[in-house]
T-cell receptor
Framework: AQKVTQAQTEISVVEKEDVTLDCVYE???????LFWYKQPPSGELVFLIR??????QNEISGRYSWNFQKSTSSFNFTITASQVVDSAVYFC????????????FGAGTTVTVRA | GAVVSQHPSWVICKSGTSVKIECRSL??????MFWYRQFPKQSLMLMAT?????????EQGVEKDKFLINHASLTLSTLTVTSAHPEDSSFYIC???????????FGEGSRLTVL
């Protein structure tokens, strides 16, 4: 069964628009971690955020913000005032205590920001 | 900051040859290293978990005789693709878990093309 679902395959926006990436996860663990990674065209994975299951506070880091809601098993990611450099594939991932904290990745969402 | 380095970044080889990819944690000791495979426009799939000094644990469906993993030290893990075939062409990414902090860091990835 898919543990992490990123329903949006591709999103295209014009520069300065906001874009929200959805992530829905599935786990029976009470202790788990959620991640967002960015993969630019060069291929490397860039860590964006890690959130543990006991911390539901939303977080803002510059133009990035995350909304964690356990009630809906969602961990959505918003880029405010998008820029061309934000164009990349974004992966949501889940790490569960019962699975030795291995990462299960979602399918990824390709974001294209047009100038 | 912590860096995980993969070498080579890209490699082209003939069908039937073996290819070794190295994953090094440059400024921290890694208790565990993970190897992922990513096909074009797809997500990352965990291949195996490598612990220093012990045999790697392979995910279901991954041929351990095909993908040899050696974790000889706390800073180095190697993945050898034996008798490579065109279907092995992929992007291979390693990650390393820091011994002191438990944080996870990803390498830049290695792109393998088998002709």
């Amino acid at each position: 069964a898919q543990k992490v679902t990123q329903a949006q395959t591709e999103i295209s926006v014009v520069e300065k628009e906001d874009v929200t990436l959805d992530c829905v996860y599935e786990t029976r663990d009470t202790t788990y971690y959620l991640f967002w990674y960015k993969q630019p065209p060069s291929g490397e994975l860039v860590f964006l955020i890690r959130r543990n299951s006991f911390d539901e506070q939303n977080e803002i880091s510059g133009r990035y913000s995350w909304n964690f809601q356990k009630s809906t098993s969602s961990f959505n990611f918003t880029i405010t005032a998008s820029q061309v450099v934000d164009s990349a594939v974004y992966f949501c991932a889940l790490s569960e205590a019962s699975n030795d904290y291995k990462l299960s990745f979602g399918a990824g969402t390709t974001v294209t920001v047009r100038a | 900051g912590a860096v995980v380095s993969q070498h080579p970044s890209w490699v082209i080889c003939k069908s039937g040859t073996s290819v070794k990819i190295e994953c090094r944690s440059l400024d921290f000791q890694a208790t565990t290293m993970f190897w992922y495979r990513q096909f074009p426009k797809q997500s990352l799939m965990l291949m195996a978990t490598s612990n220093e000094g012990s045999k790697a644990t392979y995910e279901q469906g991954v041929e351990k005789d095909k993908f040899l993993i050696n974790h000889a030290s706390l800073t180095l893990s190697t993945l050898t693709v034996t008798s490579a075939h065109p279907e092995d062409s992929s992007f291979y990414i390693c990650s390393a878990r820091s011994r002191p902090t438990g944080e996870l860091f990803f390498g830049e990835g290695s792109r393998l093309t088998v002709l």
